[in-house]
Nanobody
Framework: QAQLVESGGGLVQAGGSLRLSCVASGRTFSLYAMGWFRQAPGKEREFVALIRRTGGSPYYADSVKGRFTISKDNAKNTVYLQMSSLKPEDTAVYFC????????????????????????WGQGTQVTVSS
């Protein structure tokens, strides 16, 4: 059975760093693009970052560009989200997700923003940034 398991969340002061991990099992996740979303209380789930199955330039939400870095280790079936210069507004539950996208260019950039276009989800890990 396909499974994504996140870890690495916690409480950190503003300006600090955390690294989230997502371990994939049960499917050939090398065929999937891997993304991170987050959801704060009372808000919709929002896109954070994505790395394509073939690698290449990742995609980032404008709110995290220059602060967050997504990467993956195919040998470990693991995708990472390195978060630096954290702000209180980064506080949320962070979810790992896997999806298969056929689009390219602007079509892909639009498709990856929607949670509905992902096939598998982890249970989430809480990140809390104190001011």
């Amino acid at each position: 059975q396909a499974q994504l398991v996140e870890s690495g969340g916690g409480l950190v002061q503003a300006g600090g760093s955390l690294r989230l991990s997502c371990v994939a099992s049960g499917r050939t996740f090398s065929l999937y693009a891997m993304g991170w979303f987050r959801q704060a209380p009372g808000k919709e789930r929002e896109f954070v970052a994505l790395i394509r199955r073939t690698g290449g330039s990742p995609y980032y939400a404008d709110s995290v560009k220059g602060r967050f870095t997504i990467s993956k280790d195919n040998a470990k079936n693991t995708v990472y989200l390195q978060m630096s210069s954290l702000k209180p507004e980064d506080t949320a539950v962070y979810f790992c997700a896997a999806g298969r996208f056929l689009q390219n260019g602007p079509g892909l950039a639009a498709a990856i923003m929607s949670p509905a276009n992902y096939d598998y989800w982890g249970q989430g890990t809480q990140v809390t940034v104190s001011s």
